[in-house]
């Protein structure tokens, strides 16, 4: 919200029925511009739905195991990727 998705939410508003506007944080402001949440319940539901997305993300790479993760605190990871290529 403090780099401007309200602002950038307002210009796509007309455009709102378009499908690559259906997600995550421009739903919860077209709603909220719509008159069905206020500003306060807009961003709950933004975080809320940010971090059910996220939980998705994380349980579908999970299931391929050809992704390889790394911890942020390794200092070799470039070598690590490197040998994986």
Known sequence: ???????????????????????VGYKEMFDHFDGLLSLEQAVTALKFNTHKYARKQLTWFRRDTEYHWFHPDESDILEKILLLL
């Open 1 to 23: 919200m403090l780099r401007g998705l309200e602002m950038e939410a307002k210009c796509l508003y007309p455009y709102r029925s378009l499908n690559a506007l259906n997600t």
